[in-house]
C-alpha cells in the first residue's frame, strides 16, 4: 500500500519523464496574486505564464503544492473535523503546459499515470467534459473509455475562469466509483452530491480568452493546468473512503492521542481530526513567514490555531499540547519540505507561546458564555454584545464562539456583534483625534474600517502583487491619479517596510497596466501602509492590480545599518558598562545613528575596541535567527528593548552572533533585542563596520554615527587618500609610507609572537609558584598554576600544550596581565565524560572574584578581579577533584 509520500514522489517522477520541470511549492502567501489571502490551487504561481506575462526557462510543469483554505471564499474551516474530505491544509498535485502541448497529449498523460503507475481499475473510472467539447470527449473514447462512461456536463462546474474576464476554458474531470453500497448518482444526476462517485482530478484546457462584452475567441497560447489532491487519491490508494484514514492523518491523529491519552478512533476521534488538520495549515503558514495576530493572515492562523487549542481542551488537555506534535509532522513532510524542519523551533515556540496564553482565558471565556447562556432562553442567540466582549476580553474569534455554540444547538446574533464592534473602532479612532497628531489622519482610520489593514510581506520578499485599495491626493480619497500627481497609495498587501523602531520607510516602483509610480516613502497609520508616491506614466485607478517592487539597493544597505546597530549596542554594552541602554537610532541606507545613555565621551581605545568586537562579529558570518514570543519572555531570555517603542501581546525577537567571552558565557548568543525591522539573513551580510564619531547628543546622551558595507569602504578609501595628501605634504611617496607602516606592523606583530611563545616556554617551565607541579588528585592527573604576565588569550594555547604534555589529567590556569585576571580549565578527551572543564572553572573563579564562566566539557574559561585569590582557587579546584 502506497504511503502519501510514495504517491506524491510517483506523480512527480512520471511527469518528470514526460519532460515536465519539477518545480517547488510556492509559499502560502502569494506573491503574484493580491486577490488572494493564501494559495489555494497549484496554478497561482504560475499565473502570469498562463497569461504570457511571464516566460520561464521551460514550458512543462509539475508541482506538489501547498494550499491553504480557511479565509475569504475558500473558507473550509467550519467542515474540517466533521466530514471525509475537508481540510483546511492540503496538497495539489499538478501538471502544467504553456502553450506546449494540449488535449491530445494532456487527457493520455492523466489516464496511462492513473490507470499504470497508480493501477486503478478502468472500469471503475468515469470522465466528464464540458457538453460541446467535442475533441475531448473523443480523445476519451479513443484512450479507452467508453462512451456510456464519458458524461457531457453543460454547467460550469465544467468550465473554469480565471476571472469575469480573461483566460478560460473547458475541463474534463476524472470521477471514481466507490460502489453501489455507498448512496450517490454519477455527476449530472440527481444524486451526484452522494458520495458514491468522487472526483479525484480536474484537467483544465484553457483555450479561450473571455472578454467584457462576453464575447470570447481563442487564445494564441493553449495550455494545460491541473489539480489533483493529494489526500484525496491517497485515500482511494490506501483502500479508504476517508482523507483521514490515510498513513500521514493517522500518525498525526496518534500523536494526538499520545499527548492527550485519548482514545484516537473512539467517540471523540473528531477532535483528533480538527487537531491534526490544523497542525498542518498552522504550521506550513509560520513556515511560510505568516504569524499569529489580530488582523489579516496572521487573524486566520491565530482563528485555527486557537481551534485546535479548544479541540485540545474539549480532549481534556490540561497543558500546552499543539507544539509537541510539530516533530511527528516534520518526521512525515520534511523531506518533501524541508522548509518545516528549518522552521521547527520557531513552530514550536510560537504554538506553546500561544497555547499557554489561550488557555489562561479559555476557561474564563467558556464559564462567562455558559453565565450569558444560563440567561436565555432556549435555543435563544448568543447576544452581539457577549460574543463582542469573549472577542474583545478573551481573544475569542467570532466562528470559535460559534463552534463552540453549534455543539449546544444555539448561534450569535450577529448584528449585535458588528454593532460593538464599530462602537469600538470609532472610540479608537476618537483616542487617536485627541492624540496630537494631524486630524486628516482620521482619514486612515476610515479606510482601515471599509477596507482592511495592510498585509506585511517585507519580511520574506522585496517583491510581490497587491491590489489598490485606496488612493488619497491632497488630504481626499479619489478614484484616480494621473502624471505627476502627489498620492499616497493604500495596497491589501505590501513587501514596503513602513517607517518604525528607527527604520526608516522604503522606497521603490508600483506597476499597473497603463501606469507606474515612484514610491519615495512608506508610513503607517493604523495598520494601514501608506505608500508616498508619483505617478511618474499613465493613470492609476483604485481596485487596480499592481506590480510591487522594493529598491532592493537601498533596502540591503538599510539592513545592513539595522543589524550592525544591534551588534553596536551590545558591543558598547561589554565594553562600557551595563547602563548603556538604546536612547533613539536611525537606520538609513546611507548611514547608521545610535544614541545610547553614557556621561561622557568615549576614548580612541574604547571607540576602537567597539569596532573591534562589531566587525569581529560581522566576519563570524553567523545566521540571524528570529523568533515570536511574549515581551515577559523575551526580557527574561534578555532582549533588550528599543527605546520608545510600544509592544504588544507579541513581539519579533532578533538574535546574532555567538559570543566568544565576555559577559556572556561563551557560546551564548550575542545580541537579543526585540525589533520588528528588516535584518541581514548572516552578520557577514553587513559587510563592514566603521565608526566616524562619537557626540554629545543630549545631557547624558551619546550619540555614535556610523558606516557599513560599501559606504563604509568609500571612507576607508577616502581616508587613504587623505594620508596620501598627507605624505605628499612630508615630501615622502604614499608607497613609501604604506610600505614603511606594513613593515612597523609585521615586525611588530612577529614581536607579539614572539613574548607569546616566551610567556609559554616559561610558563610550561615555571611560574609564580615556582614551577609546574602534576598532582595526582582523585586518581586523576591534576596541574594547577598561577601566571603573571599571561593574557587570557594565551591561555588555550597553554591548556593544550599541558595536555599534550601530562597524556590525562585536568588542567586550570589563572593569569594575571595588565590587572585584568583570567581562568581556564582543561579536560582531557578521555575524561570529559565523567568530569566537565566548565565544572573546574566554577570551583575556582569565585575565589578571584569571578562570578562564573563558560565553555565545553574540554575547555572552558572565564574571569576575575583579584589574583590574590589565586592560589585559593587551585585549591578549590582540587577540592572539587578529590570529591567527585
Known amino acids: 500500500m502506497p504511503s502519501l509520500n510514495d504517491i506524491r514522489s510517483t506523480f512527480l517522477n512520471y511527469f518528470a519523464k514526460q519532460g515536465h520541470e519539477v518545480v517547488d511549492s510556492s509559499p502560502l502567501v502569494p506573491r503574484n496574486d493580491p486577490t488572494l489571502m493564501f494559495t489555494n490551487s497549484g496554478m497561482v504561481q504560475f499565473k502570469n505564464c498562463f497569461t504570457g506575462l511571464e516566460k520561464r526557462d521551460y514550458v512543462r510543469a509539475t508541482t506538489a503544492q501547498k494550499c491553504v483554505r480557511a479565509g475569504g471564499k475558500h473558507n473550509d474551516l467550519d467542515n474540517v473535523g466533521y466530514t471525509a474530505r475537508h481540510h483546511t491544509f492540503f496538497e495539489m498535485l499538478g501538471n502544467f503546459s504553456f502553450g506546449d502541448y494540449f488535449k491530445e497529449e494532456a487527457i493520455p498523460f492523466a489516464w496511462e499515470l492513473i490507470t499504470r503507475e497508480f493501477g486503478i481499475p478502468q472500469d471503475k473510472l468515469y470522465t466528464t467534459v464540458y457538453h460541446n467539447d467535442d475533441k475531448a470527449f473523443e480523445i476519451w473514447k479513443k484512450v479507452g473509455v467508453p462512451e456510456s462512461r464519458i458524461i457531457r456536463i453543460a454547467t460550469s462546474d465544467n468550465f473554469w475562469q480565471m476571472g469575469p474576464t480573461g483566460p478560460c476554458g473547458p475541463c474534463t474531470e476524472i470521477f471514481f466509483d466507490h460502489g453501489d453500497h455507498i448512496w450517490g448518482g454519477p455527476p449530472g444526476s440527481a444524486e451526484e452530491d452522494g458520495d458514491r462517485f468522487i472526483e479525484i482530478w480536474n484537467v483544465v484546457f484553457m483555450q479561450n480568452e473571455q472578454f467584457e462584452d462576453g464575447s470570447m475567441k481563442a487564445l494564441d497560447m493553449q495550455s494545460i493546468d491541473t489539480g489533483m489532491g493529494l489526500e484525496r487519491i491517497g485515500a482511494l490508494l490506501q483502500g479508504s473512503h476517508d482523507n483521514y484514514d490515510t498513513d500521514l492523518f493517522r500518525s498525526l491523529i496518534e500523536a494526538s492521542a499520545d499527548v492527550t491519552n485519548v482514545d484516537p478512533y473512539g467517540e471523540q476521534n473528531v477532535h483528533h481530526r480538527v487537531i491534526a488538520d490544523h497542525l498542518r495549515s498552522t504550521s506550513f503558514l509560520m513556515a511560510d513567514g505568516v504569524t499569529p495576530s489580530n488582523d489579516g493572515r496572521g487573524y486566520v492562523l491565530r482563528r485555527i490555531m486557537r481551534r485546535a487549542m479548544r479541540h485540545a481542551h474539549l480532549l481534556g488537555a490540561k497543558d500546552p499540547v499543539m507544539h509537541r506534535l510539530v516533530p511527528a509532522l ?118 482601515a474600517d471599509s477596507k482592511g489593514t495592510t498585509d506585511f510581506l517585507g519580511y520574506e520578499t522585496e517583491r510581490a502583487e497587491g491590489q489598490i485599495l485606496a488612493l488619497v491626493k491632497d488630504g481626499a480619497i479619489v478614484n484616480e491619479a494621473g502624471e505627476g500627481d502627489s498620492v ?164 519579533r525577537v532578533v538574535s546574532m552572533g555567538t559570543a566568544q567571552t565576555g559577559k556572556g558565557l561563551a557560546g551564548d548568543t550575542y545580541s537579543i533585542e526585540l525589533c520588528g525591522g528588516t535584518h541581514v539573513k548572516q552578520t557577514g551580510d553587513i559587510g563592514t563596520f566603521v565608526i566616524l564619531g562619537d557626540s554629545a547628543s543630549s545631557a547624558g546622551v551619546r550619540r555614535i554615527e556610523a558606516l557599513t558595507g560599501a559606504a563604509a569602504f568609500a571612507h576607508l578609501e577616502r581616508e587613504a587618500a587623505r594620508m596620501a595628501e598627507v605624505a605628499t605634504s612630508l615630501k615622502a611617496q604614499p608607497a613609501e609610507v604604506m610600505d614603511r607602516l606594513k613593515a612597523l606592523m609585521d615586525e611588530r606583530k612577529a614581536l607579539q609572537n614572539e613574548i607569546s611563545n616566551l610567556k609559554q616556554q616559561i610558563a610550561m617551565g615555571g611560574g609564580a609558584d615556582g614551577g609546574v607541579e602534576a598532582k595526582n588528585i582523585g586518581g ?29 589529567g585536568v588542567i586550570l590556569l589563572i593569569a594575571e596581565d595588565d590587572g585584568k585576571v583570567a581562568v581556564a580549565a582543561g579536560v582531557t578527551d578521555d575524561l570529559k565524560a565523567e568530569i566537565s572543564a566548565v565544572d573546574v572553572l566554577k570551583a575556582a573563579v569565585p575565589a578571584v572574584g569571578g562570578k562564573g564562566g563558560g565553555g565545553r566539557p574540554d575547555m572552558a574559561q572565564g574571569g576575575g578581579k583579584d589574583f590574590s585569590g589565586a592560589q585559593e582557587g587551585i585549591a578549590a579546584a582540587e577540592a572539587f577533584l578529590a570529591g567527585q
Open 330 to 447: 516534520v518526521q512525515q513532510m520534511g523531506a518533501a519540505y524541508p522548509e518545516l524542519g528549518r522552521a521547527q523551533s520557531m513552530i514550536e515556540e510560537t504554538l506553546k507561546l500561544e497555547e499557554t496564553r489561550f488557555k489562561q482565558t479559555l476557561d474564563r471565556g467558556l464559564k462567562l458564555l455558559d453565565d450569558e447562556l444560563s440567561d436565555l432562553e432556549e435555543g435563544a442567540p448568543l447576544p452581539g454584545a457577549a460574543a463582542f466582549k469573549l472577542y474583545d476580553t478573551f481573544g475569542f474569534p467570532l466562528d470559535l464562539t460559534q463552534d463552540a455554540l453549534r455543539e449546544k444547538g444555539r448561534d450569535v446574533d450577529i448584528e449585535g456583534f458588528d454593532s460593538a464592534m464599530a462602537e469600538q473602532k470609532a472610540k479608537a479612532r476618537a483616542a487617536w483625534a485627541g492624540s496630537g497628531e494631524a486630524v486628516d489622519s482620521t482619514i486612515w482610520f476610515d479606510i
Open 780 to 808: 586523576k592527573t591534576f596541574v594547577g598554576q598561577a601566571l603573571q604576565g599571561v593574557s587570557g588569550k594565551d591561555l588555550r594555547g597553554l591548556v593544550d600544550a599541558h595536555k599534550q604534555k601530562i597524556g590525562s
Open 488 to 651: 499616497q497609495v493604500v495596497l491589501n498587501q505590501t513587501p514596503f517596510y513602513a517607517e518604525s523602531g528607527g527604520q526608516v520607510g522604503d522606497q521603490g516602483q508600483i506597476r499597473l497596466d497603463g501606469g507606474s509610480l515612484r514610491v519615495t516613502d512608506t508610513k503607517k497609520v493604523a495598520g494601514v501602509f501608506i505608500h508616498i508616491a508619483e505617478v511618474t506614466n499613465g493613470l492609476v485607478t483604485t481596485g487596480a492590480a499592481a506590480q510591487l517592487e522594493v529598491d532592493h539597493a537601498r533596502r540591503s544597505a538599510i539592513r545592513a545599518n539595522h543589524s550592525a546597530t544591534h551588534l553596536l549596542h551590545e558591543a558598547l554594552r561589554e565594553t562600557l558598562g551595563d547602563h548603556v541602554a538604546q536612547r533613539g537610532s536611525l537606520n538609513a541606507d546611507d548611514r547608521l545613528r545610535f544614541d545610547f545613555s553614557h556621561t561622557k565621551a568615549l576614548s580612541q581605545e574604547e571607540l576602537l575596541k567597539v569596532a573591534g568586537d562589531v566587525n569581529a562579529f560581522v566576519r563570524q558570518n553567523t545566521v540571524v535567527e528570529t523568533r515570536i514570543m511574549t515581551p515577559d519572555d523575551a526580557r527574561a531570555l534578555g532582549a533588550q528593548a528599543l527605546f520608545g517603542e510600544k509592544y504588544g501581546d507579541e513581539v
